[in-house]
């Protein structure tokens, strides 16, 4: 049920219900959010930002462009169509560039781990060596430090590289795909390269074909997705450990009465691991007892809490949305952030409580917050730095409100190693039961819901997808503060598989596994990538990703990123289905999103409105791909013999138990 805000008239409707009980509360009474402010602007959107048709390219504008009306050109002559083109392509780029800057620090880190310096270690030896084999590193009779030394040094090449040849991971992706961008052109070859060469064709008096713009928007975005962000996830993966299913859980009743609790916000993991590690240490856990308080518990928000979620089993708190709510709960000693999607208002939330918010890099700075620098040659110096401001202001809490029974249990951690594992059983990991599974139809298809939400729409918008899609059968992937919110509906544990449609829920429960698998955080959307790759080379649903009875969403998006994952989605071969594109205002380009640019890419981008319209069209394209690879036909129900059991079982599923928060 959705509520207004107490004592707010004209509030945007809320259905979250722990955002409901905070902000219900006398604690939360002065607190102004993003609900409010909703409200009050009052006005809807200005049409030519919101379609695309306004540019502020060269200072002979700003200029204002109604499509098909030759007067309303740019002073230039700038067509909708180049405009629209051009800002598309400009959000794609800051989305690149945001994942790529992270994966950079990422890289940095790694080096540095595996030169012995800093506090973290080389955990994941396999995938260190099977990345070596990627970038053509010798790992026969080397020593690890060796091997990822040199590894780390080639990854962060790819960065700078400035010859015509592919990024070394592209190789990883199916022969025809491969074809495909060499025919197109559109290899990338330097992960910052891209992203300068589509500013520079974005300004004014470059490129004004909007086909042409989109080429490079795509290469852009492929030396993202398959670039920056995949080397993030990887090498995170082999310093912090590739994730394994592991129980958790999300919402604010993960804050803690007794505890100082502190949220971790942002995006890069050498952070939140570092405090992860420093919350451990007995001088901190003695800090929090001399000051009252029980313990140190440590929560997530945003994507940096779905990369301890997924690797320690640390509770996300919140989501994008919910960033101002849990402070507005007065029970949060101290908010760190680093970089990405942190909302400046939180400092202003933060001063009607004892609550800090820090800082911690210099790029990310934000008046009304301490600034504490993180330092990465002093990790843990550093982290427990940061700690100490947070457990000093315990004793300053006055009244809080947490709502205890909102806390929902999930089961994480489904990296593409993990679905390989699971399905296939452990003595033949493969994917070739999910294959399977989906061309005898018990599986209808993948759908992949990643990103964002945002203030738009309902806050249940991820759920109603996601329970239309598993009614009808679809399997569904979830990353980013999608996994969260799917994560609060109580969709992201096995049992939701009860949710399913029959021949899902056979399966779901012949494995153990939930219906919504969590991959993680936005970097993580290239586990997306390997995983439908693998799909291909498995066999039986055709030769690329374009053949795959899949697709993916981003319903709620808000951040340029969530642009670029939807465009090296589409470059990689898989239709995406968003609300809504800043691109309405062109006719000519928005076509050419929506339709055209299937002939050169194999898939396009998809527009629905209404969450159930949005499931619907992804079933319908889901069933076309079905029809496609001849597998629609109506199959006789096969009930599960003991074979088949044993090939569905057997995986580390099994073995879930607790691991929970290490650091509480
Ligand atoms: Ni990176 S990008 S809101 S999904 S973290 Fe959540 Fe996560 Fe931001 Fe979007
Ligand atoms: Fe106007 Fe052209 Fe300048 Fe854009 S580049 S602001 S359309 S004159």
């Known amino acids: 049920m959705a509520i207004k805000r107490n004592g707010c008239e004209g509030c945007a409707d809320i259905t979250c219900v722990s ?26 959107a200005c049409l030519f930002g919101s379609g695309g048709t306004c540019c502020r390219n060269c200072n002979m504008g700003p200029c204002q462009i109604i499509d098909g009306v030759d007067d309303m050109l740019g002073i230039c002559g700038a067509t909708a169509d180049t405009v629209a083109a ?68 080639k990854a962060m090449a790819e960065f700078g590289k400035q010859d015509n040849t592919p990024l070394s991971m592209l190789k990883r992706a199916t022969p025809k795909r491969q074809a495909l961008w060499k025919k197109l052109n559109i ?41 920056s962000s995949m080397l993030s996830t990887e090498l995170t993966d082999i310093m912090f450990g590739t994730p394994v299913p592991r129980r958790a859980i999300v919402d604010l009743g993960s804050l803690k009465e007794d505890q100082v609790n502190i949220c971790v916000h942002g995006h890069e993991p050498l952070l939140a691991e570092s405090l992860c590690l420093a919350a451990q240490e007995q001088d901190m856990l003695d800090l929090a007892k001399k000051n009252g308080a029980a313990g140190i518990n440590l929560v997530g928000v945003c994507c940096t809490g779905n990369e301890i979620l997924m690797r320690r089993g640390i509770p996300v708190a919140a989501g994008f949305i919910q960033q101002e709510i849990v402070l507005s709960t007065g029970a949060v000693e101290a908010m760190v952030g680093d970089v990405q999607c942190l909302m400046p208002s939180i400092a202003n939330v933060a001063s009607n409580f004892h609550t800090d918010i820090i800082t911690t890099n210099y790029r990310a700075k934000m008046p009304g917050a301490v600034h504490i620098q993180f330092e990465e040659e002093q990790a843990l110096e550093s982290a427990k730095q940061i700690l100490t401001q947070a457990i000093k202001n315990f004793k300053k ?50 759908a992949a819901i990643v990103g964002c939400d945002n203030f738009q729409l309902g806050d249940n918008t991820h759920e109603i997808i996601v329970r239309e899609l598993l009614k009808n059968n679809v399997l569904v992937l979830a990353t980013g503060c999608a996994a969260t919110s799917l994560g609060r509906a109580g969709l992201v544990n096995p049992e939701a598989a009860r949710f399913c449609g029959d021949s899902l829920r056979e399966v779901c429960e012949a494995v153990g596994m939930p219906p919504v698998l969590h991959m993680g955080s936005c970097v993580d ?28 969403t981003a319903p709620l998006w808000m951040s340029e990123k969530a642009v670029a994952i939807g465009q090296y989605f589409v470059a990689s071969g898989a239709q995406v289905v968003f609300q809504d594109l800043p691109t309405t205002g062109a006719k000519n380009f928005n076509k050419y999103l929506l ?21 619907r069209l992804m079933i319908e ?25 044993r090939d569905l079982g057997g995986g580390p599923l099994k073995d879930v138990g607790c691991h929970g928060p290490s650091a509480s």
């Open 621 to 645: 394209k889901i069933d076309a791909k079905r029809d496609a690879l001849g597998i629609n036909k109506k199959k006789e129900r096969v009930l599960f013999d003991m074979d088949m059991r």
């Open 86 to 153: 051009r800002n598309f392509a400009r959000v794609v780029a800051a989305g690149a560039a945001a994942h790529t800057d992270h994966a950079r620090e990422m890289v940095r880190g790694f080096l540095d781990t595996a030169k012995g310096h800093g506090p973290h270690q080389i955990k994941d030896t396999v995938k260190l060596k099977s990345l070596a084999a990627v970038f053509d590193i010798e790992t026969e009779g080397r020593e690890i430090k060796d091997i990822a030394v040199e590894l780390g040094e």
């Open 187 to 227: 290899f990338p070859r330097g992960i910052d390269r891209e992203v300068v060469e589509m500013m520079h064709r974005t300004h004014m008096g470059v490129d004004h074909d909007h086909e042409n713009i989109m080429l490079q928007a795509s290469r852009c975005a492929l030396s993202d997705g398959w670039g």
């Open 19 to 44: 955002t409901q009980q905070v902000l219900s509360q006398d604690v939360a009474r002065n607190v102004k959010t993003a609900y409010d402010r909703v409200k009050a602007r009052g006005m809807s």
């Open 397 to 446: 809490r006055g009244k809080f409100f947490i709502p205890k029974d909102t806390k929902m249990d999930v089961v994480v951690g489904f990296s593409h190693e993990t679905i390989n594992n699971m399905l296939g059983g452990r003595f033949r990991a493969s994917y070739r039961p999910l294959n399977d599974n989906i061309i005898n139809g018990r599986i209808r298809g993948v």
């Open 525 to 552: 959307n290239s586990r997306i990538l390997i995983a439908a790759t693998e799909m291909v080379r498995q066999g039986g649903l055709g030769d690329d990703i374009t053949d795959l009875p899949a697709i993916g």
């Open 595 to 615: 339709e055209g640019i299937m002939g050169q890419l194999g898939a396009h981008w998809n527009v629905a409105k209404e969450p159930l319209e949005i499931a």
